[in-house]
């Protein structure tokens, strides 16, 4: 497909329940990393059109847990946003909902595709898929609960002989969500395997109207467009790859108004690094060091900067230190080589019964 069609899909505007976004390619979320500090920092690059924060636990945000109040944090550069939330009881999701809606957020998402088994285990994530009937209520009882747009984040199912997305999706327009987003896998897939374009395809076309937001295995301008044209979605959330490469955005929107695609160039990457960073220290002050040391050993690749740079990075201990460090990779960064391998972003490993 050539560049001048896709210019001509793209030029359509995108809406979810009322909310007018600017760009139809959304970043994904990734729990501990795409918090406050990375969606303002990624957002000021241009080109992302809605982020979501981590799962909050309902149970958690009722109670105004400190984990649920960080991760709920938010400022006005940090718009639009969607709140996902998650858990195994439907009267606390309804709740949680409500009291989002009350407290101004914007909007609500519900994690239905979380693996991991501390999830599961309580009857949120991905089990919530295996119970269809269920699933439908629950989201009907959110959606009827709060004016705001509900949406829903799922896998294509449990796993492959339970394929229940595209049946799921069907419901779930008719119960009022206003957007789905489905990750391309299985539950039993974990993050293995390639994402499934043609299951996605499948929920796109079970629905009638909603925009279903197409996840998975996206790192580059032309995987986006390729998870556009063979799955038919509207929109397209992007994880992993916005990690590796949080240029993906600007890149796209390059691409979609047919302008040359440029990279990054190392000043800017270095920029990127102490603005995640003064975000993360602004909302966290010294605890901000230790969100930042989860990053090392990405930021290391991605500048190229020696290991020794890397590692005090890793033991980050204060605001003068970061200025040291930031100062020696100004001018030791291409040190090492600067590619980035998506092993960096940690996913569980073993067999997925044990996650
Ligand atoms: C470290 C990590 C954390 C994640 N946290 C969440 C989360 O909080 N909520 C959610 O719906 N999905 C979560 N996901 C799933 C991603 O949003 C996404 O569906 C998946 O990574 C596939 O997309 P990608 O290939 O673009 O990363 C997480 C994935 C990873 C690797």
Redesign the pocket.
């Known amino acids: 497909m050539s560049i001048i069609q896709w210019s001509t899909t793209e030029t359509k505007e995108i809406q979810i329940g009322g909310r007018v976004l600017a760009s139809r390619y959304f970043l ?6 795409t918090q406050h500090a990375f969606r303002v920092a990624i957002r000021e690059l241009g080109g992302v059109g809605l982020c ?1 924060t ?2 909050v636990l309902a149970s958690h945000l009722l109670s105004g847990s400190r984990k649920s109040k960080a991760l709920l944090t938010t400022s006005p550069a940090d718009r639009p946003l969607t709140i ?1 939330i998650f858990g195994g009881i439907t009267a606390e999701l309804v709740a949680a909902a409500r009291w989002l809606e009350q407290h101004g957020y914007a909007a609500v998402d519900l ?1 239905m ?2 693996p991991m088994a501390k999830i599961n285990g309580n009857g949120g994530g991905a089990r919530i898929m295996c119970a269809p009937d269920a699933a439908c209520q629950l989201v009907a009882e959110v959606v009827d609960a709060v004016s705001i747009p509900v949406t829903v ?1 799922m896998r294509l199912g449990w796993d492959r002989d339970s394929i229940t997305a595209p049946l799921l999706a069907r419901e779930f327009e008719q119960a009022g969500v206003a957007a789905i987003t489905v ?1 391309g896998r299985t539950r039993n897939q974990g ?1 293995g395997g390639t ?1 499934d374009l043609q299951g996605i395809r499948q929920t796109v076309e079970a629905v009638q109207q909603i925009p279903v937001i197409g ?4 790192c580059t301008v032309e995987d986006a467009f390729r998870m556009r044209e063979q799955t038919g979605c509207e929109a397209v ?5 916005a990690m590796l490469d949080p240029w993906i955005f600007r890149k796209i929107s390059q691409a979609v108004r047919d302008e040359p695609v440029t990279e990054p160039t190392r000043d800017e990457q270095i920029q990127f690094l102490e603005r995640h960073f003064s975000l993360m220290f602004e909302q966290h002050e010294l605890y901000g060091c230790r969100l930042i040391r989860k990053f090392a050993a990405w930021y290391g690749a991605r500048l190229g900067i020696p290991e020794d740079l890397e590692d005090r990075l890793r033991r980050l201990e204060s605001d003068e230190e970061f200025k040291d460090i930031i100062e020696q990779i100004r001018l030791r960064h291409g040190e090492r080589d600067s590619s980035v391998p998506t092993a960096l ?3 569980p490993n073993g067999p997925v019964e044990r996650w």
Do not use: E, M, W
Request: hydrophobic fraction near 30%.
């Open positions: 994904a979320p990734l729990a501990g990393y979501t981590d799962l996902q994690n595709g979380c984040k990750h993050f994402v996840n998975g295995d996206v959330s992007i994880g992993r790859g972003i940690k996913t």
